[in-house]
């Protein structure tokens, strides 16, 4: 009885808001509809509750720009039509079209300024890349492969527990206050590697900032994403694999400038990526805080005014804000848990919660499939194996950081265009036959001269491919794919499956390198590109220029419906169209919108 009564209430709730009864099936989306919740009321019931809503939360000197801006989210494609609007409103809804990269200087500060987070990253790891090659002899380890394994994957292993931390943080300080906590992880622990003794105090310090790392790389992309507009968030999400590839670029030149210091230039290599933490956590407080972060603690005033901060106009920042109230109110009927223990339990039990997590860690284990983080730890240990002296390695792996860094900008514009699954299934299998050529040209006579170019021709091109591809797309996937009050700890979870997988891979390429040579490694990362293209074709849904809060109709359609429309619609299209060379082919979308055109 009480159920019922609470379910009442909460309909009761919906309506109060401008939201319709229209009963939604987060479990079956079945026939994969993605409904706007105005859609279904009159002019004068939206106005109605627009009004109720300013008055409950303290916005009642904004009811008219927020009513223009629900009517504009009722009706998106039919704003010319409408005499509430006027020539200035329609102004900045056409340039969205047009121009929607236009946007205030403010959100491109803030994308800049957290993304400087993720630079540390890349540059950490390429930053071991170098020391490889002589911290392991300093220690007397350089006989142990399995801990040098380790100490590598310090920052991954003990990023494993506190990327869960990333919820309840969140919760308590916000995004900005996460970020700046995080920041002082990556600045005294990654400086106090340049002043260890021994192997177990460089295992210890890497280890405190896999701490903050864990953290740090859960909050950076759900920050993004839910400060960019829906048109760009690909490509502004893309930023944070951008630095990452700046940092791994920075680091191998940091590896060149110290390689003649002497026997203690790891020191200087792993240290000196404590640098772009240090202004991070100063001017991260210049950013805003996450409306929609504001919106899940009911401080809408203050999501107004960031979203006015963000966008080019009230009457934008107003339409976001109510629209995404009405569907975050949906979703509080649906995913009900409170407590840390039941959301994360939720990820594993809702169906669209599921499908969402099972997606967004298969594109996380895809990435450390890939094979890329290995290339990045090691590939001076690689072309060593190749026959190339230290100073050829470094000059090698600043080469492919250069690659990695130029190819990431690609993304930036390709990602909302040919969309998130495109771009993988195209990439995965270059990538895998890169893999393949590489390994080949090991068998080549050590004496061969094309041997060596040929391998980092080879290394460079998978690169190339990487950085479009899946270089970006767990940053954007696990900040996109979750519903707000499941968000942190949905991209907990992504990275907790991240670092899980790339800590394994990590721990083991020393032995396995040793096992069965360059050949046999880089084969064994072709079949795995190979399987996971196989993987996303049938489980991965496409989720481009769709809000964040459309994205549960998304995931609320099943994997079946998805995969059998993969098999018996987007296949034969493919087939007629590109091989049999059929123009007039056309494709039956699977998503159909509602409400959104009438």
Partial sequence: MAGKDDKQSHVQHLEQVGVSDTVIDYKNNSEARIRNPLGDLSKAALAENVTAFCSKYGLQDKVEVFQKGALVAQRPHHF????????????????????KWDMPKALYMCIVIVSIGSAIQGWDNTGANGANLSFPVEFGI???????????????????????????????????????LTGLFVIFPVLGQAFTRNWYGLLICRAVMGLGMGIKISTIPVYTAEVAPAVIRGGLVTSFQLWVALGILVGYSSNLIFMNVGPRAWRYQLGAAFAPAVPLVFIIWLCPESPRWYMKKGRYVESFRSFCRLRNSELIAARELYYAHCQVNEEEGVFGGKTFFHRAWELFTVPRLRRATGAAGIICISQQFSGINIIAFYSSTVFAAAGYDAKQCLLASFGF????????????YTMDTYGRRNLLLFTFPNMAWCLVAAGCCFTLDINNSARLPLIAFFVFLFGAFYGPGIGPMPSIYLSEAFPLSHREIGAACSIFINNAVGSILSLTFPSLLAAIGPVGAFCFYAGLNLFIFVVIFFMVPETKQRTLEELDYIFSVTTRKHASYQVHTWLPWWFKRFVLFQRD??????????????
């Fill in 80 to 99: 010319e039509e409408m005499p509430e609007l006027s020539e200035g409103d329609k102004y900045w809804l056409r340039r969205e079209i047009t121009h």
């Fill in 401 to 412: 950081g250069l690659i990695t860094f130029i190819f990431a900008f690609p993304a930036i």
């Fill in 585 to 598: 082919a056309q494709l039956r979308p699977l998503y159909h919108l509602e409400n959104h055109s009438e």
């Fill in 142 to 180: 350089d006989h142990r492969p399995w801990l040098v394994g380790v100490i590598n994957a310090a920052p991954a292993l003990f990023g494993l527990g506190s990327a869960w931390l990333a919820d309840p943080i969140n919760a308590l300080i916000g995004r900005r206050g996460t970020i700046f």
